[in-house]
């Protein structure tokens, strides 16, 4: 992977978007900050945050398997399919969650406890995701993309902020209330991918730089301003520029219908996950 991918990897609730345009930067004489653009799985984000689950835990006579149903019914096709195809990592993630409310621990702070559980498990499958059939990983793509769409139409600073700063910057503020379940259709595909890349593993070489590359070709024949390049360069929360260069630079890497574009890919949300 490119020196400057790694650079630019962000460990945070979130997956790490790597700066793929660097040596596009460079040739145009721009300077190459780092992208932290923040675009991963933080699923456990919304989850304590509901008005209909507030209501439950506030009950102290709550069972734990009450408790428990309650974050299913948050979500109950991520957890159905968590139950089903990770057994394991279920009863993990169940396990923490009710042991954080259990604790008294406040409700931000539940929220933010069951991201870090989520990314665990999230790291957990990185490798598996990477051998994931290309039509997994095209998916959990365009989901991915759906959601930053949707923050763009609804909220542009908001948008800004998630790209930058990733998806636990909005534990326990409004935001997650808003947003956080529109979140879950990341965490089901991320889930599926994983469980396909043991299922039916597909093997893919390693990208080189040309491999990178094309995506910013892809990028610039698409009609990507230098104002877009420039907010990839240095993002900055404040830039109205931020959040579309994102989408675009997703939706170039998504589209190469191309090996180099599978390969590219897999190599990608593989990072995202194991970050």
Same mark, same amino acid.
């Given at each position: 992977?490119?020196?400057?991918?790694?650079?630019?990897?962000?460990?945070?609730?979130?997956? *790490? +978007?790597? /700066?793929? %345009? @660097?040596?596009?930067?460079?040739? =145009?004489?721009?300077?190459?900050?780092?992208? !932290? &653009? $923040?675009? *991963? +799985?933080? /699923?456990? %984000? @919304?989850?304590?945050?509901?008005? =209909?689950?507030?209501?439950?835990?506030?009950? !102290? &006579? $709550?069972?734990?398997?009450?408790?428990?149903?309650?974050?299913?019914?948050?979500?109950?096709?991520?957890?159905?399919?968590?139950?089903? &195809?990770?057994?394991?990592?279920?009863?993990?993630?169940?396990?923490?969650?009710?042991?954080?409310?259990?604790?008294?621990?406040?409700?931000?702070?539940?929220?933010?406890?069951?991201?870090?559980?989520?990314?665990?498990?999230?790291?957990?499958?990185?490798?598996?995701?990477?051998?994931?059939?290309?039509?997994?990983?095209?998916?959990?793509?365009?989901?991915?993309?759906?959601?930053?769409?949707?923050?763009?139409?609804?909220?542009?600073?908001?948008?800004?902020?998630?790209?930058?700063?990733?998806?636990?910057?909005?534990?326990?503020?409004?935001?997650?209330?808003?947003?956080?379940?529109?979140?879950?259709?990341?965490?089901?595909?991320?889930?599926?991918?994983?469980?396909?890349?043991?299922?039916?593993?597909?093997?893919?070489?390693?990208?080189?730089?040309?491999?990178?590359?094309?995506?910013?070709?892809?990028?610039?024949?698409?009609?990507?301003?230098?104002?877009?390049?420039?907010?990839?360069?240095?993002?900055?929360?404040?830039?109205?520029?931020?959040?579309?260069?994102?989408?675009?630079?997703?939706?170039?890497?998504?589209?190469?219908?191309?090996?180099?574009?599978?390969?590219?890919?897999?190599?990608?949300?593989?990072?995202?996950?194991?970050?």
């Amino acid at each position: 992977m490119p020196y400057w991918m790694w650079g630019a990897i962000v460990g945070a609730a979130g997956g *790490g +978007v790597g /700066a793929l %345009l @660097g040596w596009l930067l460079e040739r =145009a004489g721009l300077k190459v900050g780092r992208w !932290l &653009s $923040v675009i *991963g +799985v933080a /699923a456990g %984000l @919304g989850l304590m945050q509901t008005p =209909a689950f507030r209501n439950m835990i506030e009950q !102290l &006579s $709550v069972s734990n398997e009450q408790i428990e149903a309650a974050i299913v019914g948050v979500a109950p096709e991520v957890f159905d399919y968590l139950r089903v &195809s990770f057994p394991d990592d279920y009863q993990a993630f169940m396990h923490g969650s009710v042991e954080a409310v259990r604790s008294g621990t406040k409700k931000g702070e539940v929220a933010v406890r069951s991201t870090q559980i989520m990314q665990a498990i999230r790291q957990k499958h990185a490798a598996s995701v990477r051998l994931a059939p290309d039509a997994e990983l095209a998916n959990l793509m365009s989901v991915t993309i759906a959601f930053y769409e949707m923050l763009l139409r609804d909220d542009p600073a908001a948008c800004a902020q998630v790209a930058i700063s990733g998806p636990a910057s909005m534990a326990g503020t409004a935001l997650a209330e808003r947003y956080g379940l529109a979140m879950m259709p990341q965490a089901l595909a991320l889930f599926q991918a994983a469980r396909a890349g043991i299922d039916t593993p597909t093997v893919r070489r390693a990208p080189t730089e040309s491999d990178w590359g094309m995506v910013g070709e892809a990028m610039v024949a698409a009609g990507a301003s230098n104002g877009y390049l420039q907010a990839i360069g240095e993002p900055n929360a404040s830039n109205p520029d931020t959040c579309p260069a994102l989408v675009m630079f997703l939706k170039a890497m998504n589209e190469a219908a191309t090996e180099e574009g599978r390969i590219v890919r897999a190599a990608y949300l593989a990072e995202l996950a194991a970050t």
